[in-house]
């Protein structure tokens, strides 16, 4: 593999850093600001909410850079954003902090993804990607842990300084490691938005907000839930988010070998399996033993999703796959605000902090049901083609296309 894919996987770990970090900070950031532990969950829902907006934001208004002088301008402002969020006098500026950082996330992401894609054979794309989000996943075991730590032996903006420290890392090596390319026209905006029109584009970003957006209901109210009801000491919860990092690694990088071979069955396991543990997480969190385990499936089927629903959506956008790409990451992140915004809810509700792990699998049941639904109307879709084509020419236009299979 390219040597590039070290320098995306290292911006990765950054962002996956500032992304995950609150799920162990959250309990020191509603005390140093004074306020309820759903309303510090805001923390992760803006940052979601950011994610959402400045995904298609920033990767229209890159379109007239070359995909490695974007990366380097959106580690720039993931910079800026963390250095805000540490140095905050009061709540809404944090939360302006890490809407500023969430602007880098969803374009780096998606720019990023179709670097990892076009460095290798087309056969390996899946596996590229995968090791790109590898510094996502690895950011759990080291850098989410390493940021409890330092909240617990400081304070949490001692946190956000080091993961400000980790963008300048992330920015010298993307300037050092990612090949310089040549300027590059500005694609027409309409030719990116048009690929939208495809129905199995929309249905694949509906997995993702649905799919993934199940783990966060769970894994933003993580540390009072392990603390308040499964009875584990506060300094535990460093070593139980390595543990979830841990399962996140693993899913990540089987995931993406068996997506190039089978896609779609490795989506439909990885979201029953998410279901499953989510729903478990209700029970099992009162047992040390049981919640720990389940925490690292939930990590492992969770990023098991992300392969397989990225690779998705670049397959069915294929013509013009960059808005569509930093698109889908804007979803994972829709779903992530919506999953802890209903956690809150039901929390605040008096339902406890297991209640957001029922949220999560019904969220994920939902996803499941959308991509199999998706999968018949696409054979549906080939078919009527096949079938057309048979009876003899007509105009292009009028033939469903199927799109390209993993």
Known sequence: MPLALLALAIGAFGIGTTEFAVMGLLPDM????GVSIPLAGYATTVYALGV?????????????FTRKQ??????????AGNLLTGLAPNFGIMLAGRIVAAFTHG???GIGALVAADLV?????????SLMFSGLTVANVVGVPAGTMLSQEFDWRTTFYAITALGVIGLLGIVKLVPAQRAKAAAPIGSELAVFRNPQVGLAMLMTILGFGGVFAAVTYLASMMTEVTGFAPSSVIWLTAVFGLGMVGGNLISGRFTDRAMMPMLYISLTGLALVLAAFTFTAHNKAAATVTVALIGFFGFATVPPLQKRVMDQAASAPTLASAGNIAAFNFGNALASWLGGIVISAGLGFTAPNWVGALMTVAALGVAIFAS?????????????????????????IPAAQS
Request: hydrophobic residues 55%; charged residues 15%; without cysteine.
């Open 376 to 400: 018949v109307l696409e054979r549906r879709s080939a078919g009527r083609g096949q079938v057309v084509a048979a009876g003899g020419p007509v105009e292009s236009a009028d033939v469903p």
């Open 30 to 33: 509603a005390a140093g600001f």
């Open 107 to 109: 374009a780096f992401f």
């Open 52 to 64: 959402v907006v400045g995904a298609p934001l920033m990767t229209a208004l890159g379109t007239r």
């Open 121 to 129: 054979a087309p056969q390996k794309r899946a596996t590229a990607i």
């Open 70 to 79: 974007m990366l380097m301008l959106l580690m720039g402002l993931f910079i």
